[in-house]
């Protein structure tokens, strides 16, 4: 099983980025993107992210802030900066931690090797995190590496499987209508309390949406809107679609997002993106066979069988002699613990196959749960171990 | 690893079921409830719930509705009746479903033996189903073997996770205020877009809630609101609050829920389901070793290891003698088919201790992985499999 490589990009990653718009389309807006760098004569970026990262996670009932939860032993805001740094127009990442988590931010950009990221201290408000990390983009700061870029993007750092054409969407928008965020159908009915904890009123559920991220502003607007307002919105203000209406007039375009939008925020969350990403990532399988006259004879007879289980792409298949019995189960072992370092989990499948087709069916049939079993669950406590069927 | 088993309730499932509320408020207001019928003078139910269950799951993805979706083999629905089942002051639950799946909803009734249980069919919309149900427990209706309860409880088929502390709450609640519901706190903030797709206001967060399920009234009054209300409603509403508060002027007490109460909704919530699930069921294990005098050496240095990793209860250990090693494999797997029946996963492990210190100490890390990976995963396609330590 191969695994979703830090910072690589294969063709089934460009598949997967591309998903849910057209090739063309993409390709012809990505290009207008680039262009409208180009017009206005300057090399500087023309599309930067803001990603607010210094809440605690309270909701998750948990001790680590919900952006450093690892999932598949890797925290989640990396996964996160995956998704923005393959995006290939966002040209700069602005990171707001806390100056607690500064370190151990720092540890997991080197660790995952993500790049064009910038750490700036968080407020003790998703605003004025907000706020900070658009101060690092705006040209008036001194010593600043950074570029004041033509359109921003906010998002989440507990979103990690946004995508690109959504990106695309709502910079694009933002380009025209000076900001853009995307939305979702609101799963329960919103309602409002009196204050005695009774029902007031009910909200129609049609007629309202969830925002949700990622949101973009043309720089100038968002900024400008976040220099005028009040103390009271910086506090306790939760949306940045808001103070662009109240402060400079723009309504922002609404953008149809896809559920993979929604945000982490409680234990289930967890699990559900582990789950999410472990189907992502264990696409590919590599078979390794002991002797080549049997490939065709089981390996394809198994390929067949796990196509109606799952989406997996096999890679290869390889033959490779083994010795003795013992010495094959301590070379799978030692092997196994090998490959794991590059992300590889290997197991070891012993198929009996008897000359009795009923049994070598039985055998085969055995053969694929276990494999699509290991596949699915992704679970590294079992590598090395020789399983048989 | 022990199952969640169908209609059973040991001492485990009773604490679960108190969890969140104190032991004596609960049996004092649960007392109080069943009082209430005693007092009226008659044997009748004092509490019903209906379930509408409908839905065709359209939002999932999947082409099953999302009440039949399996979790480890089991559908949704099947956990959501278990929950309300063992309340022991609940009499009746009625299911509205559709005309086509209702030979398969009878099917998992017998299958998971829920008892209690009536089935309607459902309307094409969530109020018409609900009205379905209360019209099969109201005393008008011809040839019923349901009697009109005081308080019905309308829940969701895809809330699996409801509690009794939460139960007793919204009926304790409706009791008093006519009408109660659960509500959370909003994830996202809401907005209403303007006939152009742009955002024409964002609403305080602080200021709305999320209205969830359960919800609970007073039969008479939830009845009277659907009789009432117009087919605009029937149409298109989802919120039984709203109805109550329209036609009967009743103000619902709003009752703080607890995040388990979320709805399946998307696909990622089936995984977040079913990890939940594997969480709860997997809370026993039985170590069986092959002989007595290894077992405070081994057993109990493994049984120190894994209480690290897993909140886990020691059954108990078994000692069996076991014969020759290929047999012995023979053995596990024969025997692993046996108890899966009874819904318990076997695997075979052999620890592998020898005298030197740190070497064991290694070993038995190994093998304390394994039972951790084994039980967290609960994969049913590895059972019967010996792993090595």
Known sequence: MESWPPGGSGPAEAGRRLRGLRGADLAASASLLSGAGAEAGCSAPAVAAVLPAGGSGERMGVPTPKQFCPILERPLISYTLQALERVSWIKDIVVAVTGENMEAMKCIIQRYQHKGISLVESGVTRHRSIFNGLKALAEDQPNCRLSKPEVVIIHDAVRPFVEEDVLLKVVTAAKEHGAAGAIRPLVSTVISPSVDGCLDHSLERARHRASEMPQAFLFDVIYEAYQQCSDYDLEFGTECLHLALKYC????????????????????????????IKERISQQICVVMDT?????????????????????????YESVPF???????????????????????LYGLLVYYPQDEQKLQESLRQGATIIAALIKERNSGLIGQLLVA
């Open 292 to 316: 080549k006259e049997d490939e065709e004879h089981v390996g394809h007879r198994l390929e067949e069988m796990l196509k109606n289980e799952l989406n997996v792409q096999f890679l290869d």
């Open 249 to 276: 007039h723009i309504k922002a375009k609404l953008i149809e997002g896809s559920p993979d939008l929604w945000k982490v925020t409680y234990k289930r969350d967890l699990y559900a993106a582990e789950s999410i």
């Open 323 to 345: 010795g003795q019995k013992m010495e094959n189960l301590m070379q799978i072992r030692e092997f196994a613990k090998q490959v794991k370092k590059r992300n590889i989990l």
